[in-house]
């Protein structure tokens, strides 16, 4: 079966530092990858997506993210974190056979001051 | 940008009851969905539409209608209310791209309880 994993439920880190929010996936072909965002009480807001090309995604927010294929990997990143970052960060990724998201179950940012 | 509304913010309604959820866009996308978000779960998707009248059962289907009369307008429909179906539900929408690299843009979300 097809599936994305965010293997941690929470990150926590320094605000200043850099931070890493990890996601694997198991589809089949070249799917495109997304990360969104949830601020408390808001609804998901897109932060970046992986078509093709250059490995090193760009987003909103200061955000990139980092495709490996060999790994199956899409891991967001953040050179210097912010409290304002502190929300649920998701992984999803879109097969290209069809108009569904596969989506992770989640991670909890939490940046300290 | 993008605005996608929904209905209600909070919702409380009681088993059996039919409820009517309502989500509105105005960036004339052709695709829209409903999904429900609960705790460790991630999201699942209910029912997507890729036009007006047109529908398609996502992973969790059951207990759930949903009508596209409008291109802008995708109502959620629970026929009979039932406390499992207390959660969150998003609806997203977006525009038909080519090889599917369209993003989805999401509402602020309705938190229904049922009692």
């Known amino acids: 079966a097809q599936s994305v994993a965010q293997p941690e439920d929470q990150v926590n880190v320094a605000e200043g530092n850099p931070l890493t929010v990890k996601c694997t996936y198991s589809?089949?072909?070249?799917?495109?990858l997304f990360w969104y965002v949830q601020y408390p009480n808001r609804g998901l807001q897109f932060l970046l997506k992986?078509?093709?090309?250059d490995n090193l995604v760009k987003g909103s927010y200061g955000f990139e993210a980092e495709f490996n294929k060999s790994q199956t990997s899409f891991h967001l990143k953040k050179p210097s974190a912010l409290v304002s970052d502190s929300a649920l960060y998701f992984c999803?990724?879109?097969?290209?056979?069809?108009?569904?998201?596969?989506w992770g179950a989640g991670t909890k940012l939490i940046i300290k001051p | 940008d993008v605005k996608v509304t929904q209905s209600s913010r909070y919702l409380v309604k009681r088993t059996g009851e039919k409820v009517f959820l309502e989500c509105v866009q105005d960036?004339?996308?052709?695709?829209m969905f409903w999904y429900r978000q609960d705790p460790g779960l991630g999201l699942r998707l209910i029912y997507f539409?890729?036009?007006?009248?047109?529908?398609e059962k996502g992973d969790i289907p059951e207990g759930y209608s949903v009508s596209r009369e409008k291109k802008e307008r995708f109502s959620l429909i629970l026929e009979s209310a039932s406390t499992n179906q207390t959660s969150m539900y998003l609806c997203?929408?977006?525009?038909?791209?080519?090889?599917?690299?369209?993003?989805?843009?999401f509402g602020p979300g309705t938190r229904l309880t049922v009692l």
């Open positions: 999803a990724v879109r097969p290209h056979s069809n108009y569904q998201l596969i």
């Open positions: 992986y078509i093709t090309g």
């Open positions: 997203a929408s977006s525009l038909i791209l080519s090889g599917g690299t369209d993003t989805q843009y």
């Open positions: 589809v089949s072909g070249n799917p495109y």
């Open positions: 960036m004339d996308h052709e695709n």
């Open positions: 539409s890729y036009d007006v009248k047109m529908k």
